[in-house]
């Protein structure tokens, strides 16, 4: 039989930067009040969130793409000559095709890109970055810009109080390369298909979860996720320095952050709580919650952050970085 050849990649891969942005308007929790049978108290108790940022018609999931991808490359010093794949992990284009990647290599500049979105629902971005980081060990690609960018106002019905009060708009990205030493970590990824009907587009419209089914497997599957990424990593809990689960809600959130310390997660472990100002954006929450925490100087370049996203599918994924 013919042997082919085979292509040889890095001996390891790391984040080389970061970038994210968000929607000039902000919507409160009272201005939501004021279209709908819910209250701030509520909102806050129940779900966490305080403010979100709403896109209007005028700035779309590719426009929000391009500009966290941009800052990104610019956060790793890099040009976009030095980048030759795209991913954009998101479940909100308004259309099957065209994909979102093609046009945001374009606009950023990468020439003949290799690109595609990935939907894992607000697990995306942590499957993303695992087959950008497998790509460039497997020598398929140099290296990878991967944009989490969701325009969910698109597909929640403004006057549904379950979802209206959850979701927002924005963008997160991260530049991944080649490094002698790993920096991100083998993932840890799953699904659960047989509760496919606990999130799901109605009439392929508008989101509808069961939302307590939701919290309740959330709750209960998604620590342990995160403490197989540790373990794969070869880590343990007590190494962890920050914490970032994909912001779908901070009981949630918190939860989760519970379990690992039993487990023998830190006190002093950051635990995100990016979901007060910024709501559930779906595969868009976890590097928008790494850069923000970067910027507050709560992630600070070689820490050890566990990150995990779940979401429709249901599926879910997680893995151990270093922080850039
Ligand atoms: O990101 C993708 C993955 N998604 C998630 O992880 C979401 C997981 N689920 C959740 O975060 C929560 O289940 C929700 C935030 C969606 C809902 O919170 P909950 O605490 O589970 O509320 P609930 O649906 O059980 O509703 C409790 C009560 C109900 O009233 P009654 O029947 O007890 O009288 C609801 O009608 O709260 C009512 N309610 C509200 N009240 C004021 C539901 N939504 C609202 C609202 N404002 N916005």
């Known amino acids: 039989m013919t042997a082919l050849k085979q292509l040889s990649g890095a001996p390891a891969t790391r984040i080389l930067g970061v970038g994210s ?31 979100r940022r709403f896109a209007g018609p005028e700035v779309s999931l590719v426009d929000m793409a391009v500009e966290a991808g941009t800052r990104a490359l610019a956060d790793a010093g890099l040009t ?21 990647a ?25 499957y993303a970055l695992g087959v950008a980081s497998d790509l460039i060990k497997a020598g398929s690609a140099g290296t990878v810009l991967v944009i989490g960018s969701e325009k969910l106002t698109d597909v ?22 080649a490094a002698e030493q790993p920096e991100i970590g ?27 089914a939701v919290f309740r497997w959330a709750t209960t599957k998604i620590a342990p996720v995160a403490l197989r990424a540790v373990e794969a990593a070869g880590l343990s809990a007590a ?25 023998g997660a830190r006190e002093d472990m950051v635990v995100a709580d990016d979901i007060v100002y910024s709501g559930n954006t779906s595969s868009a929450s976890i590097p928008m919650a ?32 270093i922080a850039p």
């Open 21 to 51: 942005t968000q929607p000039d308007t902000v919507v409160t929790n009272d201005d939501l009040a004021s279209r709908m049978d819910t209250n701030d108290q509520w909102i806050r108790e129940r779900v966490g969130i305080v403010e």
């Open 80 to 100: 976009a000559a030095e980048v030759d794949t795209v991913i954009v992990p998101n479940c909100t284009m308004p259309a099957p095709i065209p994909n979102a």
């Open 102 to 126: 093609a046009q945001v290599a374009d606009r950023i500049g990468i020439q003949a890109a290799g690109a595609f979105d990935l939907n894992a629902a607000c697990a995306g971005f942590c």
């Open 156 to 177: 929640v019905d403004p006057y549904d109080r379950a979802n209206a009060i959850i979701f927002a708009d924005g963008a997160g990205a991260a530049v991944v390369g």
């Open 186 to 212: 083998p993932v840890s990824w799953g699904s659960a298909g047989d509760l496919v009907d606990t999130i799901y587009m109605r009439d392929h419209r508008y989101i509808y979860q069961e939302g307590q």
């Open 239 to 263: 190494d962890v320095d920050a914490l970032i689960p994909h912001q779908a809600n901070l009981r949630i959130v918190e939860a989760i952050g519970k379990r690992l310390r039993t487990h």
């Open 290 to 321: 790494l850069d923000h925490m970067r910027v507050k100087g709560q992630v600070t370049k070689g820490d050890v952050v566990l990150i995990v996203g779940f979401g429709a599918g249901l599926s879910y994924a997680g893995q151990v970085i």
